[in-house]
C-alpha cells in the first residue's frame, strides 16, 4: 500500500508501524480494519490516522468503502479484521464512552416525518447525557433553524434536514464529527454556510471528519485527507502533500507564444513547452531543479530574447487530478 | 434496561401519531359506545324483545368484543413502536450514540403499553360504567366480575403489545407484523382451539389465556388461570428476548 502520511500529525508515541494500537492523542485510528461480506472485501487493511483538531476528508469514489468504514467506527457493524480506536478509546470496549463525545450523520441525515425538529432532537437528546437537553436550543439557533423548529420535519427541503442533521450531532458537544456526504441536496449557497460551519467547529478544536465525493469542497475545507480506493487507503496526509508529486508545470503568458516556445525548446530540465490558447505552458521533468531556479533561467531567456512577459504562474495540481490518478476507475474495475 | 428518558421518547413518538391514535380510540372506546348505544336503542324500543344495555350479559359481551380489539390495538400500536425507528432510519443514529441497543429496545415496551393501557382502562371503564347504569333493574357485574374482565383486557393489550414490538424488532417491519398477528390472533387463533385432538397444545394459544384471564368467553379452552397466567408470560418473555436479540446482532 502506498501511503503518505503527515508526519507532524503522526502522534510518535502510538508509531503505527509498531502494528499496534496504544492509547493516542489522535482522534480517528485504525490498523487494519477489514470487513468482509461474504466473499468481498469492502475494506482491506485500512490504516487510518485521524489528527485531533483538524478537517479531516475521506476520498473516494462510489463504492470505495467510504460509508462502510463510518458504520465501522460508529459500532453499526463489526469489523472482520483490525484494530479500532475512537477518540483514544479502544473498539469496541470502549465505544460507549467513545461515541458519547461523537456526533454522525450517516449517508443522508433521517427523522420521524411526522415529528418537528425540536422533538426529533428532543429523542436524541434521550439516548444522550442529561445536558443534552439544554443544547436543543442552541443547536437549532447555530444551524439557523429556530423559526422552523416547531415545524414537522416532513415539511422540511433536504437542506434543512441536512442542519438539522448537524443540530442532532452537536447536541453531544461532540470533540468527533463524522459526516458522511453532507453536501449531498444542498444549494450553493447551503454548502457556502455548512463549509462555514465546519471551520468553525474545527476553530473550536473540535475534529470534522467528512467524507464526500465532491473534491473541490474537501479542498476547500479540510486540512488534511485519505484516498479510499477499493477498499484500502490509498494515500492520507495534508492536502498539499497529497497534491505535491504529480507532474509539474509553469503557465507564461507573453507575446507571440509560438515564437517563444521556440525559444524555450532545449532548455535543460524542460521535458515539454506547448502553446496553450496563447499562453505558454512549460512542462518541467523530473530532474528539474526548484521552480525558482527554472523560473529565472525561463524569464532570462525570453526577455533577452525580446519577448515581452505578461504573467508567470506554476500550475497547481488539484485534489481532483490526482484523485483521478490514483483511484481506480470503473471500467479498470471491471 | 429501562431507562425513563427513553421511555418518555417512545410515549412522545407515539403521541404524535394522531391517525393511529384516533384509530385506537375508536376500535375501543367508539365500538362499545356502539353497542351499548344500539342495545340501548333497542331496549327502550322494545324491553320485552330486547336485554337491557347494562347488566351481566351485556357487560360480559362487550368485554369480550373489547378484548378482541384490545388484539388489534396492541398489534398496530406495539408493532409500529417496534418499527418506527427502524422504518424511519433512526435507529441507525441512536445506536451510533454510543446508548445500549438493550436500552433502546427494552424502552419500546413500556412506551407502547404507555399508550395502550390508558385506551384500554378507559373503554374498560366506559363499559363498566354502561353494564352498571344501564342495566334497568337486571343484575349488574359485581366487583370481582369487572376486576377479572377489566384485567383480561389490560392483559391482551399489554401482552399484544409486548409480542408486536417483539416481532417488529425481529422483523423490521409494521406492515407485516401487523398483518401476522391479525391473522392468528383472530383466524388462526380460532381454528386451532376448536381442534380438540391438539388437546393441551391449545393451551399456549395466548388468545385462549387472555380469554381465560379476563372470563369473557362464553366458549373456552380450558385451562387454570395459573397456567394462563404462564403462557402470557412465555409468550411476552419469547417475543422480547426475539426483539432484543435482533436489535442488538443487526447490522445498520
Known amino acids: 500500500m502506498s501511503t503518505q502520511h503527515d508526519a507532524s500529525h503522526r502522534n510518535h508515541d502510538a508509531p503505527v508501524n509498531s502494528r499496534s494500537l496504544v492509547p493516542s492523542s489522535l482522534a480517528v485510528q485504525t490498523l487494519g480494519v477489514g470487513k468482509r461480506f461474504g466473499s468481498r472485501a469492502a475494506l482491506a487493511d485500512v490504516d487510518l490516522e485521524v489528527p485531533r483538531g483538524c478537517a479531516f476528508g475521506l476520498l473516494g469514489p462510489n463504492g470505495a468503502g467510504k460509508t462502510t468504514l463510518i458504520r465501522l467506527l460508529l459500532g453499526l457493524a463489526a469489523p472482520t479484521a483490525g484494530q479500532m480506536r475512537l477518540l483514544g478509546r479502544k473498539l469496541p470496549s470502549g465505544s460507549a464512552d467513545a461515541l458519547a463525545r461523537v456526533g454522525a450523520i450517516i449517508e443522508e441525515p433521517r427523522f420521524h416525518p411526522h415529528l418537528s425538529g425540536r422533538e426529533n432532537l428532543a429523542i436524541h437528546a434521550a439516548a444522550r447525557e442529561r445536558a443534552a437537553y439544554a443544547r436543543i436550543d442552541g443547536a437549532l439557533a447555530r444551524v439557523v433553524l429556530t423559526a422552523r423548529a416547531d415545524d414537522r420535519v416532513k415539511s422540511y427541503s433536504m437542506g434543512m434536514r441536512q442542519r438539522l442533521g448537524i443540530a442532532r450531532c452537536l447536541l453531544a458537544d461532540p470533540e468527533l464529527l463524522i459526516l458522511d456526504e453532507p453536501m449531498n441536496g444542498l444549494d450553493p449557497a447551503g454548502i457556502g454556510e455548512l463549509r462555514d460551519l465546519i471551520r468553525a467547529l474545527v476553530d473550536e478544536g473540535r475534529t470534522v471528519l467528512l467524507s464526500s465525493h465532491l473534491l473541490d469542497e474537501i479542498e476547500r475545507t479540510c486540512d488534511a485527507a485519505a484516498i479510499l480506493d477499493d477498499g484500502k487507503v490509498i494515500a492520507q496526509g495534508r492536502l498539499d502533500e497529497l497534491t505535491a508529486g504529480g507532474p509539474r508545470a509553469i503557465d507564461i503568458t507573453c507575446s507571440h507564444p509560438d515564437q517563444a516556445a521556440l525559444q524555450l525548446r532545449g532548455v535543460p530540465g524542460i521535458a515539454q513547452v506547448t502553446d496553450h490558447a496563447g499562453v505558454l505552458r512549460v512542462e518541467l521533468g523530473p530532474e528539474a531543479a526548484a521552480d525558482r531556479e527554472v523560473i529565472s533561467e525561463l524569464l532570462r531567456r525570453l526577455l533577452s530574447a525580446g519577448f515581452a512577459i505578461e504573467r508567470v504562474s506554476p500550475v497547481a495540481v488539484s485534489l481532483e487530478q490526482r484523485f483521478l490518478t490514483m483511484t481506480t476507475r470503473l471500467e479498470d474495475r471491471s | ?252
Not at chain 2, 412522545?12 to 380510540?25: E, H, I, P, Q
Not at chain 2, 427494552?106 to 393501557?117: D, E, T
Not at chain 2, 385462549?208 to 403462557?231: F, P, Q, S, W
Request: with cysteine; glycine share 12%; aromatic share 4%.
Open chain 2, 1 to 252: 434496561m429501562f431507562d425513563l428518558r427513553l421511555i418518555r421518547a417512545d410515549v412522545l413518538k407515539l403521541r404524535r401519531r394522531r391517525g393511529m391514535l384516533a384509530l385506537s380510540f375508536i376500535l375501543t372506546l367508539g365500538i362499545v359506545a356502539l353497542i351499548a348505544g344500539v342495545a340501548a336503542i333497542r331496549h327502550a324500543g322494545n324491553p320485552l324483545e330486547h336485554r337491557p344495555a347494562g347488566g351481566v350479559m351485556a357487560y360480559k359481551d362487550s368485554m369480550f368484543v373489547l378484548t378482541l380489539m384490545m388484539l388489534v390495538v396492541g398489534a398496530i400500536v406495539g408493532a409500529t413502536a417496534g418499527a418506527q425507528d427502524l422504518e424511519s432510519g433512526v435507529f441507525r443514529d441512536l445506536a451510533a450514540t454510543g446508548r445500549s441497543r438493550l436500552a433502546l429496545f427494552g424502552s419500546r415496551i413500556p412506551g407502547a403499553c404507555a399508550i395502550v393501557l390508558p385506551i384500554a382502562g378507559l373503554a374498560a371503564a366506559a363499559v363498566a360504567i354502561a353494564g352498571l347504569a344501564l342495566a334497568d333493574g337486571g343484575i349488574s357485574p359485581d366487583a370481582a366480575m369487572i376486576f377479572a374482565a377489566t384485567a383480561g383486557v389490560l392483559t391482551t393489550g399489554a401482552l399484544t403489545a409486548t409480542v408486536a414490538v417483539g416481532l417488529a424488532a425481529l422483523t423490521g417491519s409494521k406492515a407485516a407484523v401487523i398483518a401476522t398477528m391479525l391473522g392468528f390472533n383472530l383466524a388462526l387463533a380460532p381454528l386451532l382451539s376448536g381442534i380438540a385432538w391438539l388437546g393441551d397444545a391449545r393451551h399456549a394459544i395466548a388468545p385462549n389465556a387472555l380469554n381465560r384471564i379476563g372470563h369473557t368467553a362464553n366458549e373456552g379452552v380450558d385451562m387454570g388461570l395459573i397456567t394462563a397466567i404462564v403462557v402470557v408470560i412465555a409468550w411476552a418473555a419469547a417475543a422480547f428476548a426475539a426483539g432484543a436479540w435482533r436489535t442488538q446482532a443487526r447490522e445498520i
